[in-house]
T-cell receptor, first 111, second 115 residues
C-alpha cells in the first residue's frame, strides 16, 4: 500500500466551477500537509500547507484536513483556465523533512 | 530572491552512457533534495543533504546513482551507466524552516530521456 494515494484524473471542469481534489494516506504519524501546483514542464510550487485538522483558506483555495479519516482535500473556488495544472499533495511526519508525495491530479479548466 | 537553479534543462543520452545534473539552491537554504519524477507520478526522493552531509539516501540506486554537495551549496547528481527506466524529470529542491517545519522550493527540473 502506498503511503499517499491520489486520483490521477484527469479532471476537466468549466471555468467558474468549484474543484475538489483529494488525497488519502495510511500513516497516522503524518502531521504536516501540503498542496503543490505543477504546471507542465515546471517544478512544483507550494500552494498551501497546514498542520491541523480543519480548514485553511487562502484566496480562492481552501485546504481541508480530516485526520480521523486520513483524508485531505483542496478546494478551488471560481476556477480559472490558469488553474489548469497538476496538483500534488504531500505530507510529512512532524519535525521531519522527508515528504511523501501523491501521484498528482491533472486539472483542466475549460474557458 | 532567486529560485533554485538547475542545468541542463533537457538531456538525451543512450543507455549505458553517463550523465550529470547540477543544482544551485536558494541562498541560505541548508537542506537540499534530489527527486526523480517519472511521467504521471509524484516526485520520489532520491537523496537529501543537510549542509554537505547526507541525511537520507535510502531510495538512491547506489550501484548507478551518486550525488555530492561540496561546501554545502551546489550539488551534482550523476547516473553511470544510465538505463532506459531512468528516463524521468530530476527535480532539485531546497528548504528552510517555516515555523515548525521546512518549506521546500523546487527548481524547474532536468528532463532526461534515455534511448
Amino acid at each position: 500500500q502506498k503511503e499517499v494515494e491520489q486520483d490521477p484524473g484527469p479532471l476537466s471542469v468549466p471555468e467558474g466551477a468549484i474543484v475538489s481534489l483529494n488525497c488519502t494516506y495510511s500513516n497516522s504519524a503524518f502531521q504536516y500537509f501540503m498542496w503543490y501546483r505543477q504546471y507542465s514542464r515546471k517544478g512544483p510550487e507550494l500552494l498551501m500547507y497546514t498542520y491541523s485538522s480543519g480548514n485553511k483558506e487562502d484566496g480562492r483555495f481552501t485546504a481541508q484536513v480530516d485526520k480521523s479519516s486520513k483524508y485531505i482535500s483542496l478546494f478551488i473556488r471560481d476556477s480559472q483556465p490558469s488553474d489548469s495544472a497538476t496538483y500534488l499533495c504531500a505530507m510529512s511526519i512532524y519535525n521531519f523533512n522527508k515528504f511523501y508525495f501523491g501521484s498528482g491530479t491533472k486539472l483542466n479548466v475549460k474557458p | 530572491e532567486a529560485g533554485v537553479a538547475q542545468s541542463p534543462r533537457y538531456k538525451i543520452i543512450e543507455k549505458r552512457q553517463s550523465v550529470a545534473f547540477w543544482c544551485n539552491p536558494i541562498s541560505g537554504h541548508a537542506t537540499l533534495y534530489w527527486y526523480q519524477q517519472i511521467l504521471g507520478q509524484g516526485p520520489k526522493l532520491l537523496i537529501q543533504f543537510q549542509n554537505n552531509g547526507v541525511v537520507d539516501d535510502s531510495q538512491l540506486p547506489k550501484d548507478r546513482f551518486s550525488a555530492e554537495r561540496l561546501k554545502g551549496v551546489d550539488s551534482t547528481l550523476k547516473i553511470q551507466p544510465a538505463k532506459l527506466e531512468d528516463s524521468a524529470v530530476y527535480l532539485c529542491a531546497s528548504s528552510f524552516p517555516t515555523g515548525r517545519q521546512e518549506t521546500q522550493y523546487f527548481g524547474p527540473g532536468t528532463r532526461l530521456l534515455v534511448l
